[in-house]
Each structure stands twice: as structure tokens, then as C-alpha cells.
């Protein structure tokens, strides 16, 4: 309680605007004035889905999104295929990006292209998460202020997706999933070093390496890595028609070349192929696998017990705890509102000297501003 009256003291400073407000808490953030609800899990008139991820969109009236999230976000309604949660038992028929339902209607605003929104000005920033994931940048002219929603997103070079681009900004909103000190990651190429090195060792005893990981994101930057060091690919088709919009969107997959193929999940593969499934999805097919989970969660003690496999790796894209502190000394705002994280972390930047605050309370229906 302490904790609440101390920040709610110094938000209400910072963003009481002549008593307008800039944003407000509607069981998700929602931009006042221009009545723009962002990544919200339920159908709106009018939405901004910073990326395809399953839990950052619905079946909007009107999706406003990157050129490469409205791809990804239209096929993943016309398959009703959200996340990978539900997969085909075999393999689909073959769908190509051109045979997109676009029934749904889409604004796409490409990356650092300005648009006027209802009296605001929207930018679509990098993020570095996945393809087409974007954060948005609010020019709020009326008020004088500036605003930056993250959604998920990630610090550093990616090889299947645009490196993050970080404005200036007063009002910062940050997913900050990975709050904690203990979510600290080790270096992004000691992890891809130890995982070309596992694979390798079961190649070399003629097992299978069976991968797991997000059908949307993790799973393109496995295959990225592995071909750029000579491997060949078998992934699950729902993977597989999610990477061929990657590369619609010119990001080389190796769909094109031969070296990527859809796994016939009834079929056992050939051997030195290395195959890549969703996570937790039962493959039995074939004897003598050897299983990783590739995800952040790694980090954590006991994760290859958790997930069911024989190894885990610790290959993240989201920012780690120490990149959260950095987004909010490049973006340098005069408040932080956090999502998705632990409540420690807001607690965190407030004795680092960062202004901060929880997003997802009830309270805040009331102090938003
Ligand atoms: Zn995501």
C-alpha cells in the first residue's frame, strides 16, 4: 500500500495534463481521444495488434498493424490458428500468402511512417521481436506529450527480424515479462553456440534433434541459425506456412532453396535433418530423438523437466531484465507504466529513480491519465 500511494503520487504529477488523458486503463491500455485500444484480447471497433502473438489480438472491426503483422494477423484468422494452440494432425493443404481472406479490414502502417489517427500522430516502431512486430509512438499534439507502447519486444540484432528502433519519449508502457534479477540471460551467441554444438553431437550419433519452439518467431530464427550453419530443416506445417510468409516478406527461410521442408508428421525424416516443432506437440514418428526447448524460460531451474525434454536453451525474444532497465534509460520518460511483469520491477525502477507504475490494476480506471 505504501508502494501504490508512493507511485500514485508522483504519476498523478507527472501525467496530470490540464486533466486530460493521454491513455486509460479499459482492461487493457486504450488511447483516449482517438478510442484506440491496443493489442486487446477482445474484438473491438478499432485496435492496434503490435504483433501476431495470440495473446495481442482478436477479430477486430479494424486492425491497425504493420504491412507484415496484417499478414500474419489475417492468415492466422483465416485459419483460426492462433498460436499454435490449435495445429493440424496432418498436413494441411497448401496455402500460399496471396490466398489471404481479407474480409477483415486492416490499416497497415509501415515501420517509421507517420499517419494522423483521430488528432494523434502514430509511428510504428521497430520492436525486434518477430516479423512485422512493432511498437507505437503517440504524438499527442493537444496535450504535448509523447507516448510509447512497447508490446513485446527485444534488444540487439535478430536474424529473422528488424533490429529495434528506440524514440525519445514522455510516457513510456513496457511489457516487461522478464522482471525479475534472475532473468537475466547469458549472451545471445554463447546460447546459439551451445545449441549448434548439442545438434550437432546428435547428428553425429545419428539421432534426430527435435527443436521446440514458437510456431511464430523462435521457431524462423532457429531455422535461420541451423541453415546459415549448413543444417536442413523438417518443420511442423503449421511452422512451415508461418515461415512461408516470412519469406513473402523477404526473409530467406531456406522454403525457396529446398534446405527448409514441411515435416510429414506421419512420416519419420531422413537422417541429418533437423526437425522443429510447436511446443509440447507429440511427435512419435520417429525413434531416437533427442528434444530441446528453445524459449527464455530456460533460464529458469528445472525448465527441461518442466517442458518435457532432454535439453533446454535459453534463447529469448523478449528483453531480459537488464534490457528492460536499459529501454527505459534510452527512452528516458518521465513515467513508466509496466505490463506483463512482476510488480518487483515497478518497485525496481522506482529505486533506480525511474517514476513507475503497474498498468494492470483496477485502480487505474480511476488514477489514469
Ligand atoms: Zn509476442
New binding site residues.
Partial sequence: MVLIAVLTARCTGVNSLRGERVFFWDRGIRLAGANLAMDFQRPQACAFVS?A?AD?FAKHQLALCTPETATLYLYRLATNRAGGRKLPKATPKVWTPEQIDDKHRVKKTPYLEPIDWGGLRLTAYPAG??LGSAMLYVENPQLGKTLLYTG?FKLGASRTSREIVIPHADILIMESTFGLPQHRLPPRDAVIADLLQKVRQVLTRHETPVLYAYSL?KSQEVTRILLDDGLTIRQHPAIFEISRIYEHHGVALGIQSGETLPLIPEQPVENGCVVILPPFHSWKSQANQVRFAVTGWAIESGASYRFGVEESLPLSDHADYDDLIQMVRQVSPEITYCTHGPLAFVDELNSLGFPARPASRPWQQRLFF
Fill in positions: 504483433h502473438h495481442h521481436h518477430c513485446d518467431g
